[in-house]
Structures are given as C-alpha cells and as structure tokens.
C-alpha cells in the first residue's frame, strides 16, 4: 500500500475512504490498492467527517466512499458540508452502510447529494465497478479540461496574433495614407506654383513686346505684382508651419481681446470683398486671451478662410465668441460642402485636403487647419472639427485659456488729445474698423476736439459711463452689441442720458434713419462722412445739446 504522502503527490485520479472503524477502513482501501495501478488510481483515507473536510481542502476526488454512521458528524452530514463548498460540490460520494437502507435514509442520501449506496460486507467486484465508473469520469474530465486549456491558450495566441495582424496593417494603411497624401500634396504644391508663375511669365512677356500698349503693360504689371504676392503666401505658409511643427516659433505674448481682433480680420475679408454673396452672422462677446495678436489673426484668418471656401455662394457663415468658464470659445459654422465622416479624424492632418478634384476650384495646399491646430496648441488651446457629413456644413471650436484681464472701462483720458486745450467738447467714438477709428480719431483731434475710443459696443458703454463725454459717434454694426443696443442703454442710464449720440453708419435708407432716430440717437450720418459735416453734427454740443429727433442724411 502507497503511504499518504506519496498518494497525496500523484498525478492519477485520487479515491477518498471515509470510515471511523479501523478494520472496516484497512478492508476497503486493502480492496481499492489491489486493483490501484490496473485501475489507474490513488487511494486516501480518512477516519472522521472533520478529517474528510480537511482532505476535500487539500485534494481533488474523483469519488469518496462514505460511512454512514459515524460519531459526532455522520455520513449526510459530512456530504452537506462538502457540497456546500464550490470546489467539492459536484465529487461523486458513495455511501457505505451496514444495513439495508430503507426508502426514507435512500431519499436522505440523494438529497445530501449521493450518487450511489455500497452495503457491507462489501463485494469486491461491486466496489470496484462502481469506483471504475467515476474514476473514468474523472480521467475524461481531466482531459477535457487540459484539452480546454490547450485550447483557450491556442485560442489567446490567435487573438494576439490576430491584434499585431490588424496594427501592422493600421500602420501600413496610415503609411500608405501619408505617402499618398504627401504625393497629392506635391501635386497640388506644383500646381499652386505652376499657376502664378505662368501668369508671371506671360506678363513678363507681354511687357517685353514692342509696341505693348500703356494700359496693358499696367495690367501685366498688376498681375505680376497680385501673383507675386500669392507666391509670397505660399511660401509663408510653407514655412510657418515647419517652424509651427518643429517648435521654432516664438510667441509675442500680450493681452488680447479675441473680439475686436476677429472683427478685425471679419473687416478686412469684407473690405476685399471676400464675403460678397454670404450671409454673415457676428456674434461676439469680448474675450480675452493672452496671446500673439499675429498668430491670432492667422488662427482666425485661416479659419474664415476655409469657411468661404468650403462654402458655395449664397451660403451662410455664423462666427460666435463667448466666454464659457475659464475659456474663451471661438465657432465658425458654415453651411457648406461638409467634412465626410471617414475624413473628420484626419482634417487637421498635415496635407489632409479632402477628395481633390482635377478642377482645383478650391485651391490652396491644405495646410491651413493643421497650422491652425499647431498654433491653438501652442497657445495652450484647442481645436476641434465637426460636421454631420458631406454636403451639411461644418463647424470649427477653438478653446484658448482666458486670461482674467478686467473688461471695464479703460482709465479715462483721451485716447487721442489735442495740441492745444481748446476748451472743445469731448467726443467719445465707438467704432470697429481700427483704420477708420484712427483717422476719424485723428481728425477730429487735429480741430482740438479730445477723443475717447471704443471698438465695440460693451466697451463703449463702459467708456461713456466712465468717461462721460459730451457727444458719442456711434457705429452702428458693432461686435457684442450694436449701435441701436449702445443708443437706449445711454438712454436708460441718468449718468449718460444727455449725452448727444450721432450714428456714423453706412446704413442710409430711411428705414435705417427711422430705426436710428427710435433707438434714440440725435442724429444720423452716412459714411463716409466729410469733416465739415462732422464738425457741424458737433457744433451744438459746445452750446447746448440738440433737440433730439434732427437727422441728416
């Protein structure tokens, strides 16, 4: 007989003998080491219920033979409680009796979970069929749950091996997608260069032919000098962004009102023409940031930009800026051509341009929304796109940090003053086009009048309430709020009401002056205004404010 160590310690199938009689417990594992190396199993014997609880903690049985009536915890019992645990719920136990059960102890057994009785004496060709069965079972069992093993191992080395397939292949469809991109890039670089330098070429020709007229020598000359120029912003944005994506560009940090500097870059796309035909939507809430203004009108620039090119005449662009939280949020939403989905992950991709047409009737080398997205991250920002598909429109987001800079009004002193105190009336002049603020500013200053400034309609609020001049020049299509908005809160406020407003606009339908003259203005003036008449729209401040109600046209 095998002693209990080495049986503990062997692979095959093991057998459990439960018995508190000595001779009964010897008989019967006597009968089970017979037949162990034919049957292929180990025997383990224990002489209490305790000390099978102990066994079933250490070992895994194929079957355990167990006495009925033992002391202290009898045969159902110690089956209870060996189900009950989750390892041993399912072990094969076989009671062994003395006696013949009746109906009633057979019904007990089954329901602590028997799978079998043996009654003594016991017949040795009766254990050993009945133990064959079970330790078969088990020998099946053990196969199929290392043939699981093997297969769930197999099964994992195809699913890593089939994850590494599916990445080289991402890898080499990204690479494919570059290469690709970086060719039709080439391609397009080509043809943005061959184009202007055709031109540039046939107007140099034109101009060196005997006999070319004056004026079409002056159109060649022009041409040259616009193709030029479009040449020179080619290799700007070329170069901006490898020194973009290499780092190499260094922020002249100050702070900076995202509002008026969008306004700004909205007047000069006007101004050129280049919104012509749109429906233009401007809502701006002052917004500042600590930023490079140059690198600011290029991240807005660029993305104006792309919003007129994207979208076909007559379609609607809506330019937004708000402050939400500790950001300042800049959107640019068209009605346009749209992002595809399959082309929305990558739009801000180096050469990334969408599906090129042979026309090229958009023009440019695809480079502006990744320059974009360089420069927002440079300034600690970020940009996001977003389109329901082709043909929908699109939007863009930029997130910059705000920098805390206070809104209110600025220390009142005149923005421009005069040489001399002439004793004039003060003017306030509340006006979005930085140009046109300056000379107006300038003029009026040069005939002794000290001027305050304002480029939108919040911040001039704040400036006459601050300021209190004696006239304001208001113009009427302002960022944040408008001129007829600017009007009744004036109007509304004691510490402002007598101040004489007059609308400087280049709105001048009567339609235009009656909603002027309801929102409260004194008078009404259409650009572009001649200083006479500016100085006669400010002459009665020096004596008395005006009736309210006069307009000119």
């Known amino acids: 007989m095998l002693t209990e160590s080495i049986v503990a310690n062997s692979d095959k199938p093991k057998i459990l003998v439960v018995n508190d009689d000595p001779a009964s417990l010897l008989a019967l594992t006597s009968l089970l080491d017979g037949r162990a190396d034919e049957g292929n199993y180990a025997v383990l014997s224990a002489r209490s219920g305790q000390e099978a609880l102990r066994q079933v903690l250490l070992h895994d049985f194929a079957v355990i033979l167990l006495d009925v009536n033992m002391p202290g915890m009898d045969g159902f019992e110690t089956a209870e409680a060996i189900h009950q645990r989750p390892r041993s719920a399912d072990i094969p136990i076989i009671f062994v009796t003395a006696f013949l059960a009746d109906e009633i102890d057979r019904l007990k057994a089954y329901q602590r979970g028997a799978a079998d009785f043996l009654f003594t004496p016991v017949i040795p060709q009766i254990l050993h069929a009945k133990v064959s069965v079970f330790v078969t079972l088990a020998m099946k069992n053990e196969e199929l749950k290392r043939q699981a093993e093997e297969l769930s191992q197999h099964a994992s080395e195809l699913t890593a091996t089939n994850r590494r397939l599916v990445r080289e292949m ?31 070429t046939s107007a140099s020709s034109l101009i060196g032919l005997p006999g070319a007229a004056p004026d079409t020598v002056a159109r060649a000359r022009s041409i040259i000098q616009r193709q030029s120029q479009h040449l020179s912003r080619i290799v700007d944005d070329l170069l901006d962004l490898s020194r973009a994506m290499s780092g190499k560009i260094l922020l002249a940090r100050q702070a900076t009102d995202l509002s008026r500097l969008v306004a700004s870059c909205l007047e000069t796309f006007r101004a050129t023409g280049r919104t012509d035909g749109y429906r233009i939507a401007v809502d701006l809430a002052p917004g500042w940031v600590d930023g490079d203004p140059t690198r600011l009108e290029q991240i807005v620039s660029n993305l104006l930009d792309n919003a007129l090119k994207y979208t076909p005449n007559g379609g609607a662009i809506d ?16 009605s346009g051509v749209g992002i595809p989905a399959e082309l929305l992950p990558q739009v801000f991709d180096v050469f990334v341009q969408g599906a090129i047409s042979i026309d090229r009737s958009q023009g440019g080398l695809g480079i502006g929304l990744s320059l974009v997205r360089r420069l ?27 920098a805390g800079v206070a809104e209110a009004a600025e220390p009142c002193a005149p923005a421009v003053a005069p040489a001399l105190d002439t004793g004039k009336p003060s003017v306030l002049l509340i006006e979005d086009n930085e140009d046109g603020r300056e000379m107006m500013a300038t003029m009026l200053a040069a005939f002794g009048y000290p001027v305050y400034q304002a480029a939108d309609g919040l911040q001039g609020v704040s400036q ?12 009427i299509g302002l960022p944040g709020i408008d001129g007829y908005e ?17 609308a400087v606009t280049g709105y ?14 004194d008078q009404h003036l259409v650009k572009p205004v001649q200083i006479e008449r500016l100085l006669e729209a400010l002459a009665p401040v020096a004596t008395a404010p005006a009736p309210a109600g006069t307009a000119a046209a």
């Open 170 to 200: 991402e890898e080499r469809r990204a690479a494919e997608r570059k290469s690709h991109a970086k060719d039709e890039f080439l391609a397009m670089l080509g043809h943005e260069l061959r184009n202007p330098l055709s031109a540039i």
């Open 319 to 334: 330019i937004a800026l708000r402050r939400t939280g500790d950001d300042v949020v800049l959107s640019v939403r068209d």
């Open 376 to 402: 927002v991250e440079l300034h600690g920002g970020s940009v996001a796109a977003d389109s329901p598909g082709a043909g929908l429109g699109s939007s863009f987001t930029i997130r910059l940090p705000y």
């Open 464 to 475: 006459a309430q601050a300021c209190s001049p004696d006239a304001a020049l208001v113009d």
């Open 486 to 502: 600017v009007a009744r809160r004036l109007r509304a406020d004691p510490a402002t009401r007598a101040i004489r407003l007059i």
């Open 508 to 521: 001048g339908l009567p339609e235009d002056q009656r909603r002027v003259m309801e929102a409260g203005f």
